[in-house]
C-alpha cells in the first residue's frame, strides 16, 4: 500500500473533556423559519451565513459558467440546499426561495438534488417562479443500482469531499468504511474518513491506525463532536465554496459534527440506544448549511443501507493493494478463489493481505456482479415497455388515418 496520510490524533485531552458537553439547543434553520411548505417564499437572509453570497461562494465554477450561458435574459441560477417531497429550497445569490419544478422536468423524470445547480426564470408569464433546468454534475453521489425506472437514487451533486463518518464503538468496522470508499470513489468525491466520539476510545490512535490500513491515501481524522475536540483536523477539508457531505450510520454523530463546527445547533441531534449503540434516524431530511468560513456542509440521513450499484471503479480504486498483487496472477482474468498460480492467495497465506480485506473485495465484486445483472434485467423490462408504447402509439396514428 502507498503513502498512508494519517492525521494523527493531537488534541490534548484537557481540551477534548473541557469544552462544554451541554447539547445546545435545536434551533430552526433560517429556511424552515420563513417560508411555508407550500408555494413561494422569498426570504431576504441566507441561511447560516452572516451577509448575502454570490454563487461563487456556493461553489460555481467555469462549467456552471458555461452551461448557464444559453440563458442569456431573466433567470436566476440558484443551489438547491434542502428537499422535501416537491419543493425546493434554493440558495440564490443575496437570498433564498422555495419554489417547485417546472411540468417539462417532470415530464422528463428530472429532479433535482441537494447540491444542484438549478435555473429559475426571474419573472415568469403566470408569476410563479419554478426550477426550470438543472445544470450538469460535477460529481454525483447516489445509492444502489439503477432501478427498473432506469434511475439511481441521487442522493447529493457536486460533493467535493464525503466524510465518511464512523464513531468508536459499535459502529467502527473495517469493512463497513471499505465498503463507503469504494461508494465514494464511484461518486467522483474526494474521501476522508472521521472517526467521532474519540472521547469513548481508550485509545482513539490505534482507531485511527486500523482505519489507515484499508483507507490507502485517505486522510483518517479522530475528533469528539461533543466534546469539540480535533476538529481543527478538519479545517484542510473546509475551504470557502468546497462542499463536503457527511455519510454514515445513524447515531455516529453527523448532525453533531455540524453542530459543533457551525458554532451552534442547526441540526436536531438524537439519542443513541445504550445497549447496541445504534441511532434513532433522527435527521430526516438532506440539508446544505453553510459554515461561518464559508465552507458548505451536507447533512444526511443515517444510511440504513449502501449499495455500490454497477461500478466496478470503486472497487479497483478502494483496493489498491489487492489490484497491485493481482498483476502478479497466473491468469489475466484470475478471480482470487481458487485459481492456481494466484499471488493474491498467495499474499493471504504470507501474511501479505488480511483474509479480511481479500473476502470484503470478493464479496463487493460479487456485489457488482449481481447488480449489472440486475439493471440489466431491469433496463430489459423497460425497453419492453418503451415498444410497447410506442407500437401503441404508432396503431392509434394508423386508426386515426383511417377514420
Ligand atoms: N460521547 C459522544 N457522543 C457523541 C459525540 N458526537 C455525537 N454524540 C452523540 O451521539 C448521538 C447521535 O448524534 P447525531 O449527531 O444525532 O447522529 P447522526 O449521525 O446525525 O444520526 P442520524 O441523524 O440519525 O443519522 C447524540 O446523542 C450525540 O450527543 C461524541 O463525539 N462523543
Ligand atoms: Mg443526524
Ligand atoms: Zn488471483
Known amino acids: 500500500m502507498g503513502d498512508v496520510l494519517v492525521s494523527t490524533y493531537t488534541i490534548p485531552t484537557d481540551e477534548i473533556f473541557q469544552s462544554n458537553p451541554q447539547q445546545k439547543p435545536f434551533e430552526s434553520s433560517g429556511l424552515t423559519q420563513t ?4 408555494g413561494m417564499n422569498e426570504t431576504t437572509t441566507t441561511p447560516h451565513m452572516a451577509g448575502p453570497l454570490t454563487l461563487q461562494a456556493l461553489g460555481w465554477d467555469e462549467a456552471c459558467d458555461a452551461a448557464f450561458a ?14 422535501h417531497r416537491t419543493v425546493f429550497d434554493v440558495l440564490l445569490a443575496g437570498g433564498s426561495v422555495r419554489t417547485g419544478i417546472s411540468g417539462a422536468l417532470r415530464r422528463l423524470g428530472r429532479a433535482p438534488a441537494v447540491g444542484d445547480f438549478v435555473v429559475i426564470p426571474d419573472r415568469p408569464d403566470d408569476g410563479t417562479r419554478m426550477i426550470v433546468d438543472i445544470l450538469p454534475r460535477r460529481t454525483t453521489f447516489s445509492r444502489g443500482a439503477p432501478g427498473e425506472g432506469g434511475d439511481e437514487q441521487v442522493i447529493a451533486a457536486n460533493i467535493d469531499t464525503v ?39 481508550e485509545d482513539p490512535g490505534d482507531l485511527v491506525m486500523r482505519a489507515s490500513a484499508v483507507a490507502g491515501n485517505v486522510p483518517v481524522v479522530a475528533v469528539s463532536a461533543l ?9 484542510e477539508f473546509l475551504q470557502p465554496g468546497r462542499t463536503i457531505a457527511l455519510i454514515g450510520s445513524s447515531g455516529v454523530g453527523k448532525s453533531t459534527i455540524i453542530n459543533a463546527l457551525m458554532a451552534g445547533a442547526v441540526q436536531e441531534t438524537g439519542h443513541v440506544r445504550e445497549w447496541d449503540g445504534k441511532g434513532r434516524h433522527t435527521t430526516s431530511v438532506r440539508q446544505l448549511c453553510v459554515l461561518p468560513g464559508g465552507a ?4 444526511n440521513p443515517g444510511l440504513r443501507e449502501i449499495r455500490l450499484g454497477t461500478a466496478g471503479s470503486g472497487i479497483r480504486e478502494a483496493f489498491p493493494d489487492v489490484l497491485e498483487l493481482a498483476r502478479g496472477c497466473r491468469y489475466p482474468d484470475c478471480r482470487h478463489e481458487s485459481e492456481p498460480g494466484c499471488a493474491v492467495r498467495e499474499a493471504v497465506c504470507e501474511g501479505l493481505l488480511p483474509e479480511e ?15 449489472t445483472e440486475k439493471a440489466k434485467i431491469g433496463l430489459k423490462r423497460l425497453e419492453k415497455k ?7 402509439a404508432a396503431r392509434e396514428f394508423r386508426d386515426d388515418k383511417r377514420r
Open 35 to 38: 417560508s411555508r411548505e407550500t
Open 70 to 83: 444559453r440563458y442569456s435574459g431573466p433567470y436566476s441560477a440558484g443551489r438547491v440546499s434542502s428537499r
Open 163 to 201: 466524510f465518511i463518518v464512523t464513531a468508536a464503538g459499535a459502529d467502527f468496522n473495517l469493512r463497513r468504511l471499505e465498503r463507503y470508499l469504494a461508494v465514494v470513489y464511484v461518486s467522483g468525491a474526494r474521501p476522508v474518513i472521521v472517526i467521532n466520539k474519540a472521547d469513548l476510545a
Open 227 to 235: 466534546r469539540e475536540g480535533g476538529l481543527s483536523g478538519l479545517d
Open 296 to 299: 458548505m456542509l451536507i447533512d
Open 357 to 371: 480485506r481479500l473476502m470484503s473485495y470478493l464479496r463487493l465484486a460479487q456485489e457488482v456482479v449481481f447488480q
Open 386 to 392: 418503451r415498444r410497447k408504447v410506442i407500437s401503441k
